[in-house]
């Protein structure tokens, strides 16, 4: 039986990030939505103890729709044979050098050190297809470097071309994907550092790209294809834009798909001191509680070499194999659409507890 990591950490983390949002009204998250014409699907773990649950069947779990039961056609679950595919969608914020702050080369050092041998291992049969997808932010520019595959050449490739100028080197052409900001929110407003919330002044803020968009509309385009692929999102970045979007957006949305999110925090363990740059540290706490939020797990590193990519990437596809996704086709007719409150419940609570299982639908 997988063992589940320990969440207490996240868990504060996240706390803490409600608590901040709840006393910040001019920052207050919006309410976002994505049409549903395909699939609806929900995943969740169960766990027990300190591990995951993964020989339930379909009969042992209920699916609520606005607080009442409701029937699903998918099923799949860890111990199922031939489950569906799992798509790792990779986001690294390769923003431009700041000094002392960032520096893209240091944190992503894996870059150069990555070969197709450490790729296979991310490919490994073990319970179900796996594939990856590539994608960079910069700026205000976010681009897919690769669409999900299973060749590790390719992958290789992407990641080659994660810090390359442009739209990257011949191998690869990435297709831009186009960022707005979410209702109410707006670029950072500049001037000396203060508590009054408002201002939302960050060390270096005028040079941070749109990470948050970024992250929004990656899970946008994961949602388009609205295939019967079960997908995660893993996001290295310290968290922090050159906008008033916060974290909290990101994991609203997130929840609105069926997403869940990894956030793989970089660049402060042992570099920036949390007395020096309160606000900038407490937005990354925000960032790492992604994870708790939406069904994923948070991790943070000063930087990552490839031994330390390749057991990120392994420890989450294990973890996402060990969850269960339920989904449903929603109505066809034409007429009205209404947003649905999706809930997984378990039929005997002594068979664990459910985490994740949460998330909003429009059909």
Known sequence: MPTRPGRACAAVVFALGVAWAQQAPPEQSPVMFYTQ????????????????????????????????????????????????????????????????????????????????????????????????????????????????????GRMLAGFRNILAPGFGTAEIRGEEIPLALPPQRDKVLHGPFTQDFPTSYFVSAERRGWPMEAAIATLNDLAAAQDKVSRVLVMFSEGIGATTTIPEDIGNHALDLGIPIYPIATNYQNHIQQSRFPRNYFRMQQFKALGK?????????????AAQLENILVSIRNNALAQYVVGFSPPSEAGPRKTHKLEIRLVAKSAGSVEGGNRRALY
């Open 37 to 152: 014409t395909g699939l609806v699907l929900l995943p969740f773990h169960v766990a027990h103890g300190k591990n995951y649950v993964t020989n339930l069947s379909a009969s042992d779990v209920i699916l609520l729709e606005d607080g009442k039961p409701r029937p699903f056609t998918v099923f799949d679950s860890p111990d199922t044979l031939g489950r569906m595919p799992l798509e790792l969608a990779l986001l690294f914020d390769a923003n431009p050098k700041i000094d002392i702050m960032w520096d893209p080369e240091d944190v992503f050092r894996f870059i150069p050190q990555w070969n197709e041998a450490r790729s296979r291992t991310i490919f490994e049969k073990i319970k179900g297809d796996v594939r990856v997808s590539v994608y960079r932010c910069s700026e205000k520019t976010l681009q897919r470097l690769i669409p999900a595959t299973s060749d590790p």
């Open 293 to 305: 939020m939406t069904g994923g797990q948070a991790a943070e590193y000063t930087s990552i070499n």
